[in-house]
């Protein structure tokens, strides 16, 4: 789902502090004064807590990390996990994910010539992003 910070954002940066991904980062959009990675925010929303004006707000656009439409809730991928946004393909731009028994992630799509994506990469590929 990733989330969005909206005009009512006071510019105080706690969300920026509190983020474990550092998904929050200063905006150069006028109207507001951080912005949202969404391939970096791993839904924790942690952010949203921390906010003193409720300035953060759900981003519907984006999938939700490990939910509905997401590759690896699969029953066969199950044990497999995404660096949510932490590590990318250098090539494609994919999540790097790593199987089990693997001891480093790779890119599904270069590296194990697999056909999924993550929604996230692929939402932010139709936006142009």
Known sequence: MSLMVTAECLGC???E???PTG??????DFRVAYRV???LCNDCQD???SCPVDAL????RFAVCNG????????RMRDWTCSEGVQRCPG?????WRRPGDAESACPRCEWDMRVICPKVRRVSAMGA
């Open 13 to 15: 940066g706690a969300c």
């Open 17 to 19: 502090i509190v983020c």
């Open 23 to 28: 998904a929050i980062s200063q905006s150069d």
């Open 37 to 39: 990675d969404p391939l």
């Open 47 to 49: 952010c949203i807590a």
């Open 57 to 60: 707000v759900t981003d519907d």
């Open 68 to 75: 509905h439409g997401c590759p690896l809730t699969s029953s």
């Open 92 to 96: 494609c731009g994919a999540m790097m």
